[in-house]
């Protein structure tokens, strides 16, 4: 019953997964599913949601027995809280686990320790240890901080009108548009072995922050949610204190570097 059970459990998975999606089995009753064209987290929860219900719905074998079961779901994104395979399945399972620990049958989606303190954070500090070596990237770096610091301070004050946030918003992500086509020219002088993949995940962010503004703008979400996302997974958690950037600090690291006129 054991082998059959698991048949089916891959097969009504697969039946709400679209063709670009993956279901693998990663040991004993555990599963992973891959989603690419799930850009943001609401479109992963939604897809989890229906796998949850299709594996609530009881499984009746030949002999006519009924087997019940329910699922525990942990989502976790791609490049948002993870840039790589080993830290995206330890996240899946850490959200797995508080999904089991809330009473099973759940969903949970994985959540970075930025963007628990965000809400409360109204200034963003620059520290030498940021600096990465490369004089362009480190004053656009500063730059861009200062920034997203005014917009978080624009943000909390009660007067405040949201066309004025969503200027300042407007003109922090063209900066940080015009900082990453900057920085992968730079990266690509010095041969990063990575800068495909950093090329990726910049656009990847560009894109979701313009599918948040849309939504914004249409009423869906809160400008608010808008803001949290550029400050904790673009600024927190890409350029800065948990980021991709740091990966490349190494370059600039071998040898003193000088200011490229591009």
Same mark, same amino acid.
């Given at each position: 019953?054991? @082998? ?8 009504? =998975? #697969? ?16 599963? !992973?599913?891959? #989603? $690419? +064209?799930?850009?943001?987290? %609401? ?17 009746? =074998? ?12 942990? /989502?976790?994104?791609? $490049? ?6 080993? @830290?995206?399945?330890?996240?899946? +399972? %850490?959200? =797995? ?15 970075? $320790?930025?963007? %628990? ?10 520290? @030498? ?8 990237? +480190? ?26 946030? =969503? ?7 063209? @900066? ?37 503004? %849309? ?10 949610? #808008?803001?949290?996302? /550029?400050?904790?997974?673009?600024? !927190? ?7 991709? +950037? ?17």
């Amino acid at each position: 019953a054991g @082998d059959w059970l698991l048949k089916q459990v891959s097969q009504r =998975m #697969l039946s709400v997964l679209r063709k670009t999606d993956t279901v693998a089995r990663v040991g004993g009753d555990e599963f !992973v599913v891959l #989603l $690419p +064209d799930a850009k943001i987290a %609401e479109h992963a929860l939604n897809i989890a949601e229906k796998i949850r219900l299709e594996l609530e719905r009881p499984f009746v =074998m030949n002999t006519g027995i009924t087997l019940s079961i329910s699922s525990s779901i942990g /989502v976790v994104m791609y $490049p948002e809280n993870a840039d790589n395979s080993r @830290d995206l399945l330890r996240f899946g +399972d %850490e959200a =797995m686990y508080y999904a089991k620990k809330g009473g099973r049958n759940k969903i949970e989606l994985f959540k970075n $320790p930025a963007k %628990e303190i965000i809400p409360n954070i109204i200034e963003l500090i620059w520290h @030498d240890e940021f600096l990465c070596g490369q004089s362009d990237i +480190d004053a656009e770096h500063q730059e861009i901080l200062k920034k997203a610091s005014h917009l978080l301070q624009l943000s909390a004050q009660s007067r405040t009108v949201q066309t004025e946030v =969503m200027d300042a918003l407007d003109q922090l992500l063209d @900066d940080v548009a015009h900082h990453f086509a900057h920085e992968e020219i730079i990266l690509a002088q010095f041969d990063y072995e990575d800068l495909q993949q950093h090329v990726e995940q910049h656009a990847h962010l560009l894109e979701q922050a313009q599918l948040l503004k %849309e939504q914004v703008e249409r009423g869906e979400i809160s400008l608010k949610g #808008l803001i949290e996302y /550029v400050i904790s997974d673009v600024i !927190v958690g890409h350029l800065r204190l948990l980021g991709a +950037d740091k990966k490349f600090f190494y370059l600039f690291s071998k040898a003193k570097t000088k200011k490229l006129n591009i």
